[in-house]
């Protein structure tokens, strides 16, 4: 990660339940590592990398599994058939939210591991869940509001924004428009 506030949280949640010998995190952008892992975990990481960095993010993958090594990634996809028209205009969530991020289909991430030798595998889907998810996060943040808002920060404007991006989101999974999947890459 390269998030300090997720790393301090991680580093805490791995030494809570004793992991320490077993996980280790780093404060690292992707690309500066340069070492063999026999496994290597993204999740959900992938989308901010950008369309324009796809090419840099497998080959750096490449780089740095061993030999039979297998590679996990959480990431959110588009519908192959609405990739074209995503690709050629900016939605709310890359305009507001996540400015640079990006999301594949699934035709176009094959597209972009074969090159690297990768076999890719979707090993679950689950964006019915993850709208339920997000509907509950709505939820908890509207019975909280009062306690989040600030005027300076957590103002109206905040709040309208957010809901719309939780609704969006949600929207998005359950009309299948956007999916979530755990996809296996190996050699």
């Known amino acids: 990660t390269i998030s300090k506030e997720q790393f301090e949280y991680t580093k805490?949640?791995?030494?809570?339940?004793?992991?320490?010998?077993?996980i280790s995190i780093e404060m690292r952008d992707y690309r500066d590592i340069n070492e063999k892992f026999t496994n290597i975990a993204s999740i959900?990481?992938?989308?901010?990398?950008g369309?324009?960095?796809?090419?840099?993010?497998?080959?750096k993958l490449n780089d740095n599994i061993?030999?039979?090594?297998?590679?996990?990634?959480?990431?959110?996809s588009i519908k192959d058939d609405l990739y074209n028209s995503y690709k050629n205009n900016t939605d709310f969530i890359q305009k507001y939210i996540f400015p640079g991020g990006f999301?594949?289909?699934i035709y176009a991430l094959k597209k972009v591991v074969v090159p690297f030798g990768?076999?890719?595998k979707i090993e679950k889907s689950f964006g019915k869940?993850?709208?339920h998810t997000l509907a509950i996060w709505k939820k908890s943040f509207l019975s909280n509001w009062n306690e989040i808002y600030d005027d300076k920060i957590f103002d109206i404007k905040f709040k309208n924004m957010w809901e719309y991006y939780l609704a969006y989101c949600e929207a998005g999974f359950l009309s299948e428009s956007t999916n979530v999947h755990q996809i296996t890459l190996k050699k």
């Open 51 to 59: 369309k324009k960095y796809w090419p840099v993010f497998f080959q």
């Open 12 to 22: 805490e949640k791995i030494f809570q339940e004793g992991l320490n010998e077993k």
């Open 103 to 105: 999301l594949p289909s």
């Open 118 to 120: 990768f076999n890719m």
């Open 129 to 131: 869940d993850y709208a």
């Open 66 to 76: 061993k030999d039979n090594g297998i590679i996990g990634l959480q990431l959110i």
């Open 44 to 49: 959900e990481m992938f989308e901010a990398v």
